[in-house]
């Protein structure tokens, strides 16, 4: 089956724009969780949907935001962009988000903020 | 590919040997745990899992052990192969929780043939 995909995989954007990065997680699955990949921070978890419903949010500014739609894709977006919001954006799926279902992760979205 | 961590310590063993990574967590409270291999320009890819009343889990070539007594997990990976070259992250959880991971700062492996 098809594994998770982000779109699009690179993006150049300017301090001050915002951008709306997509996931569609694996047929079936319902639970669509966003992390963020930087070389100091490391890993952080941003936020989590299932059923259309945010569930859990890290602890990120209100500039970063996300839904879900009822297919269970799901989108993020960052508004008012800061160099410091250059990342990795990762999405990951899973069946109903319970902490022992595993995370498919998708290839992310390599985002640079000139 | 793209670097997925610049500052990360790494590990360098020849084929064939045996590697252990370790992790320490943050989380007394985490029950659950997960090690991810991440590749360059790939996402993190799930290894193996254990949960906290266990102390020891084994797979295909791979073993996780558990110290919850000083919040300590190592992945023994047996007679690694240049294809283990990767990052490996720990992630933990609370297991009645969501799948809100809390991952490891990652350990870079890299393999000579």
């Known amino acids: 089956k098809a594994g998770v995909t982000q779109t699009p995989r690179y993006l150049i954007k300017t301090r001050g724009q915002q951008v709306t990065l997509s996931c569609s997680p694996i047929?079936?699955?319902?639970?669509v969780s966003w992390y963020q990949q930087t070389p100091g921070q490391g890993l952080q978890f941003l936020f989590e949907y299932f059923s259309e419903t945010q569930r859990n949010k890290g602890n990120f500014p209100g500039r970063f935001s996300g839904r879900q739609f009822s297919n269970s894709r799901s989108e993020m977006n960052v508004s008012t962009l800061e160099l410091g919001d250059s990342a990795l954006y990762l999405c990951a799926s899973s069946w109903t988000g319970g902490a022992e279902n595993e995370q498919y992760f998708g290839p992310g979205t390599r985002l640079t903020v000139t | 590919g793209e670097s997925v961590g610049l500052h990360l310590p790494t590990l360098s063993v020849q084929e064939g040997d045996n590697s252990i990574i370790n992790c320490a967590y943050s989380?007394?409270?985490?029950?659950?745990f997960i090690w991810y291999k991440q590749e360059s320009g790939k996402g993190p890819q799930f290894i193996i899992d254990?949960?906290?009343?266990?102390d020891k889990r084994q797979g295909q070539r791979v073993t996780v052990l558990l110290n919850k007594t000083v919040k300590h997990l190592s992945l023994q990976i047996a007679a690694t192969q240049p294809g283990d070259s990767a990052v490996y992250f720990c992630a933990e959880n609370l297991y009645s929780g969501y799948s809100t991971l809390t991952f490891g700062k990652g350990t870079m492996l890299l393999v000579s043939p």
């Open positions: 254990i949960r906290s009343n266990m």
């Open positions: 989380n007394s409270a985490s029950d659950y």
């Open positions: 047929s079936g699955h319902r639970s």
